[in-house]
C-alpha cells in the first residue's frame, strides 16, 4: 500500500521558513519523480514544485520560484520542501504527490499569517 505522510506545515508569520517533509512507502520512492501541489482554501489544487527519480533536476512554479527549495533522500525515502520567504498567499494544504499525480498524501497546512 502506497502512504505518504507530509509533516512539518504550521503557523509562520510572513518573510518566515518553514521545512515540509514526506515519508513515503509502499512503492519504490528512488524511481518514481515527486511534486508538491498545494490547495489554497476554496482554490483548486496548484501544482508547486516537481523533482525526478533521482533529485538532479527540479521545477518550480513561478510563484514559488527562488523561495522554495524541493529536494529528497532516496536512502531513506523523505521529500523536502524548504519554503523561504513565505508570503500569505502561500497559506495552503500542501499535498506530496507520486508520479503522475496518481497517490497524494493527506497534506499539511502551511499558514503564512501575521
Known amino acids: 500500500e502506497v502512504q505518504l505522510v507530509e509533516s512539518g506545515g504550521g503557523l509562520v508569520q510572513p518573510g518566515g521558513s518553514l521545512r515540509l517533509s514526506c515519508a513515503a512507502s509502499?512503492?519504490?520512492?528512488?524511481?518514481?519523480?515527486m511534486s508538491w501541489v498545494r490547495q489554497a482554501p476554496g482554490k483548486g489544487p496548484e501544482w508547486v514544485s516537481d523533482?525526478?527519480?533521482?533529485?538532479?533536476?527540479?521545477y518550480y512554479a513561478d510563484s514559488v520560484k527562488g523561495r522554495f527549495t524541493i529536494s529528497r533522500d532516496n536512502a531513506k525515502n523523505p521529500l523536502y520542501l524548504q519554503m523561504n520567504s513565505l508570503h500569505p498567499a502561500d497559506t495552503a494544504v500542501y499535498y506530496c504527490?507520486?508520479?503522475?499525480?496518481?497517490?497524494w498524501g493527506k497534506g499539511t497546512l502551511v499558514t503564512v499569517s501575521s
Open positions: 523533482i525526478n527519480s533521482g533529485g538532479g533536476i527540479t
Open positions: 504527490v507520486t508520479e503522475g499525480w496518481v497517490y
Open positions: 509502499g512503492f519504490t520512492f528512488g524511481t518514481s519523480d
